[in-house]
């Protein structure tokens, strides 16, 4: 399974968190905002100098540092096939 981090997802683009790599207790205070294992999360914009970046999930937006954006891991979104063709 291929990996990207957070903080290298383009404009638009989503991904699943897979991975936290992360103390403990940063990773309890992103779980509780949301950002926990298979929730989807898709890039909204950077400052202009690249840091902050926000990033959207369960229907609002959060601004992280890269360099945290950088522990959090995701592989690419799985759409399921409704049999059509």
Not at 31 to 52: A, K, N, T, Y
């Amino acid at each position: 399974m291929k990996t990207k981090k957070l903080s290298d997802l383009a404009l638009g683009e989503e991904g699943v968190v897979c991975d936290v790599q992360a103390e403990p207790e940063v990773a309890d205070q992103w779980l509780e905002l949301g950002l926990g294992l298979g929730e989807i999360v898709s890039m909204e914009g950077r400052s202009p100098f690249g840091d902050p970046i926000v990033v959207g999930l369960m229907n609002y937006r959060l601004s992280l540092r890269k360099r945290d954006a950088e522990k959090i891991l995701l592989r690419d979104v799985q759409t399921k096939s409704m049999g059509r063709e």
